[in-house]
């Protein structure tokens, strides 16, 4: 029985009405704050008007086939559940399906086909999509146990197409769109094969084969497949693409019998999904059995809060598509089920999930320059505040709230520049939360005035002095901080440009942590010239010239440099990990390395670790340091030591100690490089 290809299945439809604006209505705000965000994961479904529709019979009955003597329950196809195989469409690039099925000419009420006498079977598909030329589809089919052809004369085996144009069925036995074997033989698995059909698209093809069954068929598993016909079909197309769905059903003949139900859900099983609510559909399959069918839904965490139905199932039909509407709550995962109660038995369906998208959109708010009520710079600061549930993780901004900037990631503050000109401007925000709610558009204002005609007079900046970075490490360059004193100016500094050139180059900027930092820090390389220079901007944009600094060389002596002097045990250890890739190292106290060095300050490059012992560093025999080199974790490459120096040459010396942090298990002095800056 199809009422058509897209209503094959007979549908209940459990429809929830607005009943749920009531029920599911969130709790009172009373002690809500402004600008909070609610949230309804309290809210539940509740069930409402239950509708249900019956499809029209368009198949005939089988040639010499109306019922059987002593059976006198009417007759019809009855047909076991649809399996669908979906697949790309060749034409839209979307998604198709092709399905099998199989089923008998039997009583209704299960009381027929009786044992020894001809019924007829079939096996079919139907086909979807866009593909060139339709389908072509291989059919088999296998039988219960007890049962053969019973191929003849009177009782043919016949091929029905059915073009879904009003028409219903239609024998195509010899036309180009059939190859039909007629007495079909069986394949090396026991099926039988009944050719291969060609048929376009959206349209269904069926063999109906006559049978006969010398034992009784009561509807139940058994030896060799039980009491079941099963179809298979192979589909191919122009892709191509082979799928193999297969159809079922149990037959009976008038013996008592077992009733079959089971229940399945859809690859679309969950569909209109919305932050507010969703559709839900199963498949329940009732051969012979009558009773009441439930979708139950709730909460994950809360069990099944609320009951659609029940629904009466009548045994007339095989089966049923059951679907319910719900209105639901933002950002809230549910479960839910199909249910079936026939004769006191439930039969449930497996637990699906699935979670309502977040549609409340992000909170926030903008604030310029600290809330200062002018400025005379067009350039600002924003300071953003955003909440949302799941995580705000856009921001844009516009001038006039026409205009808008890209979507730049969330962070609380940004640089800004206002529209040009005096007077009041105002700053439009706007906030993205991670499933792409966008939040209403906060705002804020600033009086821009024009800065004081007379200051013409740019800021006096100072000259950067470098040094070395200790406690830090050079694989990646020698750090150098660099210091300069606050500009002087009668306004204040808006912001601090510095640069760097390398070797005579031309000048880079140096990146500041704020516009208005004394300090930053430089990887150099060792052996290159650097020099650095810094200038000051105020507020009404007057620059200052640039005050330079002297040129910076830093230069790395390795522990295998020729004029270093060693004293002691000391023994090589080849680290990929160590400047030059080699270090020395000493365990036991007095060993020592010395050597000359000349420049404004130098560092001692060391590795530090768990098994580090203590150094002791001295300048022309006068001790200046005596460092611990234990660290919980190993590191090499380190800047352990930085010592200023006085002009000339100056013999350094690093000594092992033999003593240990008490947290350290070793008393190891490495020895990897010095770096000494002039």
């Not at 839209?92 to 000419?105: P, V």
């Not at 296998?142 to 049962?147: D, E, K």
């Not at 009951?307 to 095989?318: D, F, R």
């Not at 130098?602 to 001790?623: C, E, L, M, T």
Request: include cysteine; hydrophobic fraction near 40%.
């Amino acid at each position: 029985m199809r009422a058509s290809f897209a209503a094959r299945l007979f549908t209940i439809v459990l429809v929830l009405g607005a009943v749920l604006a009531a029920s599911a209505a969130p709790v009172a705000a009373k002690h809500d704050k402004p600008g909070h965000k609610h949230n309804h994961h309290h809210r539940k479904p509740a069930a409402g008007k239950i509708v249900a529709t019956a499809p029209d019979v368009d198949r005939p009955a089988p040639p010499g086939i109306e019922g059987q003597e002593g059976v006198t329950a009417s007759w019809a196809w009855i047909e076991g559940p649809w399996s669908y195989q979906y697949e790309l469409d060749c034409v839209t690039g979307g998604t198709t399906f092709h399905n099998a099925y199989a089923g008998y000419y039997g009583a209704t009420d299960g009381s027929g086909p009786l044992t020894n006498t001809v019924y007829y079977m079939n096996v079919g598909f139907a086909v979807g999509g866009g593909c060139a030329g339709g389908v072509a589809g291989s059919t088999w089919a296998s039988l219960p146990r007890g049962t053969s052809l019973a191929v003849s004369a009177q009782y043919p085996v016949r091929c029905m197409w059915d073009a879904l144009d009003g028409k219903g069925f239609r024998e195509i036995t010899g036309s180009s769109y059939s190859d039909c074997h007629t007495h079909p033989t069986a394949d090396s698995s026991g099926m039988l094969y009944f050719g291969t059909a060609q048929i376009p698209n959206f349209t269904m093809f069926e063999v109906w084969f006559p049978v006969i069954s010398t034992q009784p068929l009561i509807g139940s598993a058994g030896p060799n497949g039980g009491d079941k016909i099963q179809s298979r079909v192979m589909i191919g197309t122009a892709s191509p693409m082979d799928v193999y769905p297969r159809g079922w059903i149990w037959v009976t003949d008038g013996q008592p019998h077992q009733p079959q139900v089971s229940i399945d859900y859809p690859a679309d099983a969950v569909t209109d999904l919305t932050c507010t609510g969703a559709k839900t559909s199963g498949n329940l399959y009732n051969q012979f059995t009558a009773g009441n069918a439930y979708l139950d839904l709730g909460r994950q965490g809360h069990g099944y809060e609320v009951t659609a139905g029940p629904v009466a199932i009548a045994n007339t039909e095989s089966a049923y598509a059951v679907f319910a509407n719900w209105n639901l709550g933002s950002e809230q995962a549910y479960h839910w089920r199909l249910r079936y109660v026939s004769n006191g038995q439930t039969v449930s369906g497996a637990d699906q999930t699935f979670t309502t998208p977040d549609c409340v959109p992000p909170t926030g708010s903008v604030t310029i320059n600290g809330g200062a009520a002018s400025t005379e710079s067009s350039n600002v600061t924003l300071t953003l505040a955003a909440t949302d549930v799941t995580g705000v993780t856009k921001m844009r901004f516009s001038n006039d709230g026409t205009t808008w900037s890209g979507w730049n990631a969330y962070a609380t503050t940004a640089n800004w520049a206002l529209a040009a000109g005096t007077g009041t401007r105002t700053v439009s925000a706007q906030f993205k939360d991670a499933a792409g709610n966008i939040s209403a558009t906060a705002t804020d204002s600033i009086q821009v005035t024009a800065p004081d005609p007379g200051d013409t007079t740019p800021p006096v900046a100072s000259a950067p002095s470098a040094a070395l970075v200790v406690k830090s490490s050079i694989a990646t360059g020698v750090p150098v901080k660099l210091t300069w004193a606050a500009a002087t100016d009668d306004t204040g500094i808006a912001r601090y440009d510095v640069q760097q050139s390398i070797a005579g180059g031309p000048w880079t900027a140096v990146r500041l942590a704020k516009a208005t930092a004394l300090t930053a820090t430089v990887a150099v390389a060792g052996g290159t010239a650097n020099q650095f220079r810094v200038r000051a901007v105020d507020p009404a944009g007057n620059t200052s010239p640039w005050a330079i600094g002297a040129k910076v060389r830093v230069t790395l002596v390795e522990d295998s440099a020729a004029g270093s002097i060693y004293a002691g045990t000391w023994r090589i250890a080849n680290v990929p990990g160590a400047s030059g890739g080699s270090l020395k190292y000493a365990t036991v106290p007095a060993a020592s390395v010395r050597r000359s060095v000349s420049g404004k300050s130098f560092a001692i490059v060391s590795g530090i670790g768990p098994n580090r012992g203590r150094a002791r560093i001295s300048v022309d025999g006068a001790v200046v340091a005596t460092v611990d080199l234990y660290a919980p974790t190993a590191k090499l490459q380190q800047l352990v030591s930085v010592v200023n120096l006085s002009p000339g040459a100056h013999s350094v010396e690093v000594k092992a100690l033999g003593t240990r942090n008490p947290a350290s298990t070793g008393t190891r002095v490495d020895f990897d490089a010095i770096v000494v800056m002039n």
